[in-house]
């Protein structure tokens, strides 16, 4: 398992200060940007050219969770913009194995994300090909979503499949994470832990991702 990291969604951060947002949380492991194209989710977020100015605009590399249907064909746009890590979503992409190897290639770590109904087992021999995998942990769209406690067994269950493969996969959950809810996802073993509203709600967003991590890191122990 890697060391406990803390990713901030900027979903729900005022969207007209965006850079002045992301300067908030210099305490930040990563900045997670969720695309959204309105076809895989019913919500509309942002492309390309502005995750490429976001990326100039912190310190803190970019984390990128595409919720867009032809992941295939527009994932490499996001190692261009400046993205360290690229997030598909598995339901989306019709050979993730290419495009998981066009991303690496490309320089960027290669995710794949699982919606709640997608089970992990079918994906036990490409994890290999993965740098991370991300487990949602409400159904993709919007932020500020509660928790589903029933994705707990699907993090246990991909641990087992990490450990059981010796691969050094990063396990991220996305989705309701925050204070009441991180230390169950780090107990069933999620490393790489994404929080929205939790973070930007905080009088002081950077203080909020210190106190996740000091949570996460006391489920662990
Ligand atoms: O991918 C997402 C939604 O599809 C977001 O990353 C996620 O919902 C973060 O926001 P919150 O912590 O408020 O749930
Ligand atoms: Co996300």
């Known amino acids: 398992m890697g060391e406990i990291q803390i990713t901030p969604s900027i979903l729900n951060s005022d969207f007209a200060r965006l850079g ?13 940007v969720d695309v959204m194209d309105n076809h ?13 100015a976001l990326a100039k605009a912190s310190d803190v590399p970019l984390d990128a969770h595409l919720m867009i249907e032809d992941a295939d064909r527009n994932a490499l ?8 890590s690229v997030t598909f979503h598995v339901e989306a992409a019709k050979a993730p194995v290419r495009l998981a190897r066009e991303i690496r290639k490309a320089g960027a770590r290669a ?10 087992e079918p994906y036990e021999d490409i994890l290999a090909e993965l740098d991370m995998v991300l487990i949602m942990t ?24 990490m450990d059981k493969h010796g691969v ?26 994404v929080a929205g509203s939790a973070v930007y709600s905080a009088d002081d967003p950077d203080k909020m ?13």
């Not at 895989?40 to 995750?51: C, I, Q, S, Y």
């Not at 995710?111 to 992990?120: D, F, R």
């Not at 409400?138 to 699907?154: N, T």
């Open 20 to 32: 002045e947002e992301v300067r908030r949380i210099p305490g930040a492991d990563w900045i997670h």
């Open 40 to 52: 895989f989710v019913p919500n509309l977020t942002f492309g390309p050219t502005m995750v490429e």
């Open 77 to 84: 746009d996001y190692v261009d913009a400046g993205c360290g």
């Open 111 to 120: 995710s794949m994300a699982l919606k709640p109904a997608t089970p992990i």
């Open 138 to 161: 409400v159904e993709p769209g919007f932020g500020g979503q509660k928790f589903l406690d029933l994705c707990l067994p699907k993090i246990r269950r991909a641990r087992a499949l």
């Open 168 to 193: 050094e996969t990063w396990l991220q959950v996305d989705g309701g994470v925050s204070l009441e809810t991180i230390e169950r996802c780090a107990e069933a073993g999620a490393d790489v832990f």
């Open 209 to 221: 991702v210190a106190a996740l991590r000091e949570k996460a890191s006391a489920a662990r122990s």
